[in-house]
């Protein structure tokens, strides 16, 4: 019975949080696993094709109700001097769900010999679909048994509403092994309510993100990978209210990589992110598990969430485009 009041509270605080106020995008652990969705600039920053999956479940033990899946591929064309991306994705949690599609295009100048980068823009589509009968409000249970009856609460105009969605990002890169980065997604903040009179417009969502590459080894000829590398990052993210500071660092021996990283939401910790990864010079794979530190508890399951990449190789061997060289978990 508690287990089942704790899920009913959540429905509810759900649908208030996207039928009154703006919603927030899905969030990722493994950033740059998930490298345009973080960024559209880094569309085409490896230079040879790249296909991406990922798929992450938060707070399993509340039901599997916060599942999301990301799926791009991206890559460097010497034709139209930048990368291009096509990228799907959808978050559900229970009640609701949110798809998108969308199409980058990233313009890469080489500012320097040392200097590179990538400008980029991004249109696409976002769907949010509301399952209005797992809905259970306040005056369906019944006091004393906690049955579940027949409400008086008025479903809304449009259980699917969609609209257009735009979003820009720069990024900088130095000899390959430094890069700073900014995205702002949701420039048009699209209207997606779920009542025909009533507005809420979603959020721009800021990104700024930075790090290094520092090689103690050389890697494999011909490889992108390094035999013993680290790689100190930070991310921080901006949504309406909301507010989060990752910071952490990779260590590559390879072919196995790992990673520690702090989340805080400012207003309080959120969670201790271990990343272990495999990588060969044709595919990357990463497992991270997310330890939730905030008053949710371990007991709601923390995040688990796995990242595939697979590499393809160039249709030439030579660019005189320089690679931005992030993380790739």
């Keep these: 019975m508690r287990k089942q009041a704790i899920h009913i509270l959540f429905f509810i605080s759900s649908i208030l949080t996207f039928s009154s106020v703006s919603g927030q995008d899905l969030a990722f652990s493994q950033f740059y696993s998930n490298p345009v969705y973080l960024n559209p600039a880094l569309a085409g920053n490896r230079i040879c094709p790249r296909v991406t999956l990922n798929y992450r479940n938060q707070y399993p033990g509340m039901g599997n109700h916060y599942v999301s899946y990301c799926a791009g591929a991206d890559t460097y064309l010497s034709a139209i001097s930048g990368g291009v991306a096509v990228m799907a994705s959808a978050d559900m949690t229970g009640l609701l769900g949110s798809y998108t599609g969308s199409a980058v295009y990233s313009y890469h100048l080489n500012i320097s010999k040392s200097i590179t980068m990538n400008a980029a823009l991004q249109a696409g589509y976002i769907q949010y679909k509301l399952n209005w009968d797992k809905l259970v409000f306040e005056d369906m249970i019944v006091t004393g048994t906690g049955e579940i009856i027949a409400g008086n609460e008025k479903q809304p105009d449009n259980l699917n509403v969609g609209d257009m969605d735009f979003s820009s990002g720069i990024v900088f890169g130095y000899n390959e092994r430094l890069f700073l980065g900014g995205a702002v997604h949701h420039v048009t903040m699209p209207d997606l309510s779920f009542y025909a009179n009533g507005s809420s417009k979603l959020d721009m969502r800021i990104t700024i993100h930075a790090g290094a590459l520092i090689g103690l080894q050389e890697g494999l000829q011909g490889s992108e990978n390094e035999k013993l590398s680290f790689s100190p990052n930070i991310v921080y993210m901006q949504q309406g209210k909301f507010h989060q500071l990752n910071a952490g660092m990779y260590v590559n021996v390879y072919p196995f990589v790992g990673g520690l990283w702090f989340r805080h939401n400012l207003e ?62």
């Design 268 to 329: 309080n910790p959120d969670a201790l992110i271990v990343m272990l990864g495999f990588q060969q010079p044709e595919f990357k794979i990463g497992y991270s598990f997310d330890y939730t530190l905030s008053k949710m508890g371990i007991p709601a399951g923390g995040a688990h969430e796995i990242a595939f990449a697979w590499f393809l190789p160039c249709a030439k061997k030579e660019f005189k485009y320089k690679a931005i060289k992030c993380p790739s978990f």
